[in-house]
């Protein structure tokens, strides 16, 4: 079993700034994927980045060159006695990035979506 807790949202003005953070831990995993997605009201949830088994990163479109994905540690292996956290920095916040985020991890990046973990959602306001 994997926990993930997700903090850091809150409210920003168009323009700004916000952290979120992850603190992932639980079953062993040697090699892992990370990923960050969000789910706006009425609207399908949506990966946003992912930082993959070799530490490369992926953006949606959407946020490419404002959202960064990171780990604060070198990757090592998640289990029951290290909590490993994976960041999401997002400048330049507009209303459309307006949602609540949510973290995961799976074994890879290529698995189905059923075989991935998440938390339980931060929520980000933008206001304009």
């Known amino acids: 079993q994997v926990q993930l807790v997700e903090s850091g949202g809150g409210s920003v003005e168009s323009g700004g700034s916000l952290t979120l953070s992850c603190s992932v831990s639980?079953?062993?995993?040697?090699?892992?994927?990370l990923a960050w997605s969000r789910q706006a009201s009425g609207s399908q949830r949506e990966e946003v980045a992912r930082l993959d088994e070799e530490g490369t990163t992926e953006y949606a479109s959407a946020v490419k060159g404002r959202f960064t994905i990171f780990q604060d540690t070198a990757r090592f292996p998640i289990s029951r006695d290290k909590k490993n956290t994976v960041y999401l920095t997002m400048n330049n916040l507009n209303v459309d990035d307006t949602a609540m985020y949510y973290c995961g991890v799976a074994r890879s990046c290529t698995a189905p979506t059923e075989w991935w973990d998440w938390g339980q959602g931060t929520q980000v306001f933008v206001s304009s």
């Open positions: 639980g079953y062993i995993y040697y090699n892992y994927c």
